[in-house]
T-cell receptor, first 115, second 111 residues
Framework: DTGVSQNPRHKITKRGQNVTFRCDPI?????LYWYRQTLGQGPEFLTYFQNEAQLEKSRLLSDRFSAERPKGSFSTLEIQRTEQGDSAMYLCASSPTAPGTGELFFGEGSRLTVL | TQLLEQSPQFLSIQEGENLTVYCNSS?????LQWYRQEPGEGPVLLVTVVTGGEVKKLKRLTFQFGDARKDSSLHITAAQPGDTGLYLC???????????FGKGTLLTVNP
């Protein structure tokens, strides 16, 4: 399967713990995105990479959140000192071109539950 | 601020019925995409519309982009249980690489 891969698919953690999610995009895609989706909402933009450069971060991404894409391939999203409000589905997507003309290829998501 | 308003939020119909869902905004988008999302999965692109007034058909699905590129509609003919899912519209503005998503329309088609 050469689609976008995310892991873990599910993570349950206690408040205050750190969690890390990994995304492996489609190999030839140089753009990678993180979105967050809560129940009853559409996905909300978190951050965007073009190759290894993080070009934009949403105001939703507080100081407790950090994303990296060190070699322009896979990406990690770390949440430090998790809070119950961080519970959500974290979606990774990749694309070879700007989304205005192409499409975003989403992974299956990593669902975080903070107790 | 929700830039894209989708309606209805929930829709439950019987197999064979027709339906239309709407995506409206006060903002102009350079393009608009429709995605379908099943529980526990990521969204999957159905179509991208770019030109004002554009109509695209995908089997039983018909997508329309408003003339002013502020709104769009998705019409499904003779809905089937396999059409069940969350339908999301998403807009791109200019060369902006960010998509703004609506909250979605949760469609249930009962056999």
């Amino acid at each position: 399967d050469t689609g976008v891969s995310q892991n873990p698919r599910h993570k349950i953690t206690k408040r205050g713990q750190n969690v890390t999610f990994r995304c492996d995009p489609i190999s030839e895609h140089n753009r990678l995105y993180w979105y967050r989706q809560t129940l009853g909402q559409g996905p909300e933009f978190l951050t965007y990479f073009q190759n290894e450069a993080q070009l934009e971060k949403s105001r939703l991404l507080s100081d407790r959140f950090s994303a990296e894409r060190p070699k322009g391939s896979f990406s990690t999203l770390e949440i430090q000192r998790t809070e119950q409000g961080d519970s959500a589905m974290y979606l990774c997507a990749s694309s070879p071109t700007a989304p205005g003309t192409g499409e975003l290829f989403f992974g299956e998501g990593s669902r975080l539950t903070v107790l | 601020t929700q830039l894209l308003e989708q309606s209805p939020q929930f829709l439950s119909i019987q197999e064979g019925e027709n339906l239309t869902v709407y995506c409206n905004s006060s903002s102009v988008f350079s393009s608009l995409q429709w995605y379908r999302q099943e529980p526990g999965e990521g969204p999957v692109l159905l179509v991208t519309v770019v030109t004002g007034g554009e109509v695209k058909k995908l089997k039983r699905l018909t997508f329309q982009f408003g003339d002013a590129r502020k709104d769009s509609s998705l019409h499904i003919t003779a809905a089937q249980p396999g059409d069940t899912g969350l339908y999301l519209c998403a807009g791109a503005r200019g060369s902006n690489y960010k998509l703004t998503f609506g909250k979605g329309t949760l469609l249930t088609v009962n056999p």
